[in-house]
């Protein structure tokens, strides 16, 4: 089994920052792709930015310029920085992973979620 733990969340006033990190840890051979989503109330889950192995990252429009994804690939940890944040940026933040478990098994696994509070 593989779990993946975020921290980092809280209340934060708009404009300010805030830093995720998610740890996998478990039986992992290799983790491929790794990401952050969030789902606000009434809401669906949205990507917000997601790194592969090779540090090629991928944004949502809607944060683009104002958050960055990186990951250790040692420690298999993945963090966002997120600055200027905005009432809007209010949800849960999951954690995402693809990690091959075995050499020919590749399985998703998502975090329990952090919740992100921006006051306005």
């Known amino acids: 089994q593989v779990q993946l733990v975020e921290s980092g969340g809280g209340l934060v006033q708009a404009g300010g920052s805030l830093r995720l990190s998610c740890a996998a840890s478990?039986?992992?051979?290799?983790?491929?792709?790794m990401g952050w989503y969030r789902q606000a109330p009434g809401k669906q889950r949205e990507l917000v930015a997601t790194?592969?192995?090779?540090?090629?990252?991928n944004y949502g429009d809607s944060v683009k310029g104002r958050f960055t994804i990186s990951r250790d690939n040692a420690k298999n940890t993945v963090h966002l920085q997120m600055n200027s944040l905005k009432p809007e940026d209010t949800a849960v933040y999951y954690c995402?992973?693809?990690?091959?478990?075995?050499?020919?098994?590749?399985?998703?696994?998502w975090g329990k979620g952090t919740l992100v509070t921006v006051a306005s």
């Open positions: 995402n992973a693809e990690v091959r478990v075995r050499s020919s098994v590749l399985m998703n696994y």
């Open positions: 478990g039986i992992i051979f290799s983790i491929n792709d």
């Open positions: 790194i592969t192995s090779g540090g090629i990252t």
